[in-house]
Nanobody
Framework: VQVTESGGGSVEAGGSLRLSCAASGLVVGYAMAWYRQAPGKERELVATVSPGGGHIHYADDVKGRFTVSRDRATNTLSLQMNSLQPEDTAVYYC?????????????????????WGQGTQVTVSS
């Protein structure tokens, strides 16, 4: 399984960006997630999506601003980010994993994911 992110860039506060993650390999039954890592901070969850796309979990600080969607036909995970703030500045990573059981506690655990992309930089200026 390989995952590749794209769509990062620079935007002013209040602006929007859309990230995409292309997954190759046997990913049909895989949960996928977006994580981010700001300078000097640990990597943190942004959102996670079940294999069928029916179960989505967002981190509290992105709820109402970010929307994740999954296209099973193209094995693509997208992240629409609106009302961006400087504190959203980070490297954004896409991750994938085949979980034996789909539980929120597992799907929201960074170390549970085996497949990671290289990341894409998002910079929000004030």
């Amino acid at each position: 399984v390989q995952v590749t992110e794209s769509g990062g860039g620079s935007v002013e506060a209040g602006g929007s960006l859309r990230l995409s993650c292309a997954a190759s390999g046997l990913v049909v039954g895989y949960a996928m997630a977006w994580y981010r890592q700001a300078p000097g901070k640990e990597r943190e969850l942004v959102a996670t999506v079940s294999p069928g796309g029916g179960h989505i979990h967002y981190a509290d600080d992105v709820k109402g601003r970010f929307t994740v969607s999954r296209d099973r036909a193209t094995n693509t995970l997208s992240l629409q980010m609106n009302s961006l703030q400087p504190e959203d500045t980070a490297v954004y990573y896409c991750a994938a994993e085949l979980f034996m059981e789909l539980r929120i506690a597992t799907m929201t655990t960074e170390t549970a994911y085996s497949y990671w992309g290289q990341g894409t930089q998002v910079t929000v200026s004030s």
